[in-house]
């Protein structure tokens, strides 16, 4: 497995950026497809974005598109997600993930870093 550890997470108001970042351990980074998923008080953990390994292939929720943008720098272990034109219903807790292969549902993820909070004020 990889450790994955967020940064980035703050408060802005609406209509805002914020880019956070995860940064894996490991030397496999690049193998990995990777993931931000986001959980708001009450509700369940979401897909928000995915990259595969090369950065060639990118996947977005409806909710973000045109929006957020997920990126990736194999050489930093580093993965990114700037997120623009925040709204208040952006705000949650923002997790990076990885695993083998892209997959839009939580449970079919290995490795999570422990989240980084956003929250977009109205």
């Known amino acids: 497995q990889v450790q994955l550890v967020e940064s980035g997470g703050g408060l802005v108001q609406a209509g805002g950026s914020l880019r956070l970042s995860c940064a894996a351990s490991?030397?496999?980074?690049?193998?990995?497809?990777m993931g931000w998923f986001r959980q708001a008080p009450g509700k369940e953990r979401e897909f928000v974005a995915a990259i595969d390994w090369s950065g060639g292939y990118t996947n977005y929720a409806d909710s973000v598109k045109g929006r957020f943008t997920i990126s990736r720098d194999n050489a930093k272990n580093t993965v990114y997600l700037q997120m623009n034109s925040l709204k208040p219903e952006d705000t949650a807790v923002y997790y990076c993930?990885?695993?083998?292969?892209?997959?839009?549902?939580?449970?079919?993820?290995?490795?999570w870093g422990q989240g980084t909070q956003v929250t977009v004020s109205s």
């Open positions: 993930a990885a695993n083998p292969l892209i997959a839009t549902l939580p449970r079919f993820w290995g490795s």
């Open positions: 490991g030397r496999t980074f690049s193998s990995y497809a």
